[in-house]
């Protein structure tokens, strides 16, 4: 598979030239098979630019949504395939104790807060809500599952028919709770099983340790955390990913240097720069 990551930063658009390297829109990967399957992974900033890559050949689209917050769906309106009436799109994600999916996005596309509403679409759309145990969507094997962040929200398993793996948790907290993180098993953390002997893991790394010590219970991970959950779950390659909007190119380099030099990482880390690829 072959995977792009169209947005890296969490929280808030930050564009402008102390973020140009790492990239400034918020999360959004795009995911493609051998046999033609497009998977999209969030609905960020960033998946205006995915979108017009996507040309007119591709008639099916499946967008896994992670959760409702608003880095995560705020790009979803200018998702140019969703104004293609030969398009069929699933969007996946996971409903409220209160509202379904459908009444959820409908908050954010319907006016005043966008001026089309749903069901105004021309596209053929479909929603799916998760988590919803394993389904096969094209050639991949997607497995949903809830983890620590605030309200409803999954992360994502994905394996293609080689049995190669991409994992998908940019909001996550795993430490949440856990005296002496990561105390407990695998199988007894957020997002453990969803992760385990990923081949790629691309995960939430928004706070250094002293940040994080001011944010417990916010959803998100600090660059520490972030590699011992990489560890535990004993991935191959990691990508840090949800950037805090307040961290310049020059920060992360720093940050990143060394959170690494202290966990010592037994794999391979390649902190989420907008426009990488990966083949897989
Ligand atoms: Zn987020
Ligand atoms: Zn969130």
């Known amino acids: 598979m072959q995977v792009t990551l169209w947005g890296t930063r969490g929280s ?11 990239g400034g829109n918020t999360s959004c990967v795009g995911v493609r098979g051998r046999e033609g ?20 050949s591709v008639r099916r689209v499946d967008v896994l949504l992670t959760h409702l917050h ?24 996971p409903a409220s104790s209160r509202l379904s999916l459908r009444e959820r996005l409908m908050r954010y596309l319907s006016p005043p807060l966008f001026p089309v509403s749903l069901r105004e679409l021309p596209c053929n759309i479909t929603l799916h809500e998760v988590p ?4 096969d969507i094209g050639e991949f094997r997607v497995s949903s599952a809830l983890v620590c962040h605030p309200g409803p929200t999954v992360g994502y398993r994905i394996a293609d028919a080689c049995g190669t793996v991409l994992t998908y948790l940019p909001d996550h907290e795993p430490a949440l709770g856990a005296s002496a993180f990561p105390s407990l098993p695998r199988a007894w953390t957020s997002g453990g099983s969803l992760a385990a002997e990923s081949d790629l893991l691309i995960h939430d790394s928004q706070y250094d ?6 944010h417990v219970g ?4 600090s660059l520490r955390h972030m590699l011992d959950f990489g560890t535990l779950s004993e991935v191959k390659h ?37 426009g990488a690829t990966f083949e897989l």
């Open 218 to 221: 916010w959803g998100h991970s």
């Open 132 to 135: 919803c145990g394993d389904v």
């Open 37 to 56: 399957t497009v998977l999209v992974l969030d609905a960020g900033t960033g998946i205006r630019r995915l979108g017009a890559t996507l040309g007119a």
């Open 12 to 22: 808030l658009a930050a564009p402008g030239p102390e973020t140009a390297r790492y």
């Open 70 to 93: 608003m880095d995560h769906i705020q790009g979803l309106g200018f998702f140019a395939p969703l104004y293609r009436p030969d398009v069929e799109i699933s969007i996946w994600g």
């Open 209 to 214: 340790a002293h940040q994080y010590l001011r």
């Open 238 to 274: 990691l990508i840090p990913f949800h950037h805090d909007p307040g961290h310049t190119d020059d920060d992360l380099d720093r940050l990143m240097g060394e959170a690494i030099a202290d966990a010592k990482p037994g794999y391979r880390v390649t902190p989420g720069q907008e």
